[in-house]
């Protein structure tokens, strides 16, 4: 098979297809927690780092939401407004650092469900994106944060594999740990699509350079940007019902952060 070293993001078709496994049950989840959690009603809903915006257009389309977004990509952003605008839906993303952004309106609830939160490198860039979103939100709006914590009892859940297919087209992803370096909090992550095609089969790899968090450090970060509060926690299951309770054994979790007045 041939080998390609190259940035996934550069390929919005495939990564759309690879990480739209859970959209159906992440909108799901965005929906039961815009109506349970946001105080008044959710019109206008933002995603930073949205990529290709596989949930925006979804809530644009079917839910008749107007949707914003950021992210640093240029092709990503460029898949994601064509796709917005095919379907005739308000709003577009920019090209932009989710740690320096402005909108000109506030919105009633915010959302980042895969991880991409720890892309940000160190604690000052989380701390500048947990206060662009707070501006982004308007007081009574939601934060919807996902992210993998590092676990401090038991064993971490590092290397994933999963398959998706569309039509003609299917891609096998692997995702595995490189190294970790706990005291600077960086950790790098291999990743694969191979990419079948009725005429062609190739592999995309590159390396994800991600910020870790224990709980502990995590709940700091929060605590250090005080128009949040973190009102309840759910984890990749996407499941409304079962709120969970976190432990040094906490991984996958979901943060709804409520903007203060």
């Keep these: 098979m041939k080998k390609l070293q190259a940035n996934i993001y550069d390929f919005p078709h495939y990564y759309d297809l690879v990480f739209g496994s859970d959209t159906a049950a992440e909108l799901r989840f965005l929906r039961h927690s815009f109506s349970r959690f946001v105080q008044g009603e959710v019109r206008r809903v933002f995603e930073p780092a949205c990529g290709t915006g596989r949930l925006l257009y979804k809530l644009g389309r079917q839910d008749g939401l107007e949707v914003g977004g950021v992210d640093l990509n240029p092709k990503a952003v460029d898949f994601c407004n ?102 600077r909090r960086v950790e790098r992550f291999g990743i694969a699509f191979d990419i079948y095609k009725p005429t062609d089969s190739f592999r995309i790899e590159d390396v994800l350079v991600l910020r870790s968090y224990t709980l502990s450090q995590f709940h700091q970060l929060i605590a250090a940007v005080p128009q949040w509060q973190w009102v309840e926690t759910f984890d990749f299951r996407y499941d409304i019902r079962r709120p969970i309770e976190l432990g040094p054994e906490s991984e996958d979790i979901v943060a709804i952060l409520r903007r203060r007045s």
């Design 82 to 183: 064509r796709r917005l605008e095919r379907y005739g839906i308000h709003g577009r993303a920019l090209v932009g650092d989710m740690a320096n952004f402005d909108v000109s309106q506030p919105y009633d609830a915010a959302f980042n469900t895969i991880n991409s939160f720890r892309h940000l490198p160190d604690e000052g860039s989380a701390i500048k994106h947990l206060q662009c979103v707070a501006e982004a939100v308007r007081p009574g709006g939601i934060y919807a944060l996902g992210l993998h914590l590092t676990p401090t009892a038991g064993e971490a859940t590092d290397e994933e594999s999963w398959s998706a297919r569309r039509g003609q087209l299917a891609i096998k992803t692997h995702m595995w740990p490189i190294d970790k370096d706990p005291v």
